[in-house]
């Protein structure tokens, strides 16, 4: 199999935020366009992870992740950032974050990108979408099996998770 194009991931350059419990809009916005600039698009979640995280908050709780989610439909509402929401094998629902795939206005809607260091989790299925759209361009008739075998080698993955088999059904079953 012939080597997938791609671009290397490129993690933000971490630096101190403000706090994610009580950071303005104008500061939630200056954080978020930074690491959307590097990182983006990615998941909304995955966003409110490493902002917060910067500002010294290691685990995002329900009301801190709601607040998080005020300031980015808001910056959506001023045409900061765009949103699209995916169907994910691992969402509860339209209204939850981590089918939120987010960018800036000027961004690719898709990029395909090695891991970095993202959890396999945090890749947007439309990334893994025209990964496997591009494996299967190289072979139509190859199967599934095949297909996770090719996913886990871009990613330089060694197992077959359960994570990994529900994300790419998911993929299989919503985009082709």
Known sequence: MTQIPHTPFTPWTERPTADVRRASQA???HGFTEILAAEGPMQALALFQ???KASGVMKLAAPVR???ERALLAGVKAGEIILEKEEDSEIDGPDDSVGWIVRLPDSPRVIVRDL???????IPMSELAAL???????DE????EDIYRAVLDHYSLQKLT???RR??????EVYF
Do not use: H, S
Not at 132 to 138: A, W
Not at 167 to 172: E, H, M
């Open 27 to 29: 500061q939630y916005m």
């Open 50 to 52: 490493t902002y917060g």
């Open 66 to 68: 709601k607040l998080c």
């Open 116 to 122: 970095g260091n993202r959890g396999f989790a945090d």
């Open 132 to 138: 496997v759209l591009e494996i299967r361009t190289q």
């Open 141 to 144: 008739f190859m199967g599934r």
């Open 162 to 164: 359960a994570l990994v």
């Open 167 to 172: 994300r790419l059904d998911k993929v299989l």
